[in-house]
């Protein structure tokens, strides 16, 4: 059975600083996606990683993926409140368990200023 | 372009009523899923579906039917609701090949 963990589950964050989610998960995999959701609302998806070594950036968010270490990080580079929000992983099995995604915790992020 | 539209936003059941969460999506995507989201633990996979007449069970399935008719249409059925089964339901649909899910706004169940 597939696990996927993430930590920290809480961050509180000052503007400016820089931090580091972490998504480990317990099957090897080479596709891992990011999605972001907001109080309430819906999540929107952020990075598609689909081979070891793959990173990807948007803004002050960069992520990677490791599939030998089976960890993926979402690195925040001089926070601002606008990221505040959950950030939540997923893999896929693609190949043996096509169609589903299995989902991390989620991580809330809160930037103070 | 609606994307993936549930309905409805808000619902209040009494246990043991019954229900249909409806979702449509109109970008032709094969994959559709019914996720549960709890306070804690994520987003759960309840049904999935890989295409039209094709269906299968996620992580947490008990209480729940689906169906899938047609390409755009895949409603969640609560069979007879219970207030474990109070929590919010996500549809998503993604097109064949990497996973990239789009969701819909979501569906806040209380079941009292």
Known sequence: ?????????????????????????????????WYR?????????????????????????????????RLSTLHITAAVHDLSATYFCAVDLWGTSYGKLTFGQGTILTVHP | NAGVTQTPKFQVLKTGQ????????????????????????????IHYSVGAGITDQG??????????????????????????????????????GPLVAFFGQGTRLTVV
């Open chain 1, 1 to 33: 059975e597939l696990k996927v963990e993430q930590n920290p589950l809480f961050l509180s964050m000052q503007e400016g600083k820089n931090y580091t989610i972490y998504c480990n998960y317990s099957t090897t995999s080479d596709r891992l996606y």
């Open chain 1, 37 to 69: 959701q907001d109080p309430g609302k819906s999540l929107e998806s952020l990075f598609v990683l689909l081979s070891n070594g793959a990173v990807k950036q948007e803004g002050r968010l960069m992520a990677s993926l490791d599939t030998k270490a």
């Open chain 2, 18 to 45: 019954s229900m249909t969460l409806q979702c449509a999506q109109d970008m032709n995507h094969e994959y559709m899923s019914w996720y549960r989201q709890d306070p804690g633990m994520g987003l759960r996979l």
């Open chain 2, 59 to 96: 992580e947490v399935p008990n209480g729940y039917n689906v169906s899938r008719s047609t390409t755009e249409d895949f409603p969640l059925r609560l069979l007879s609701a219970a207030p474990s089964q109070t929590s919010v339901y996500f549809c998503a649909s993604s097109p064949r």
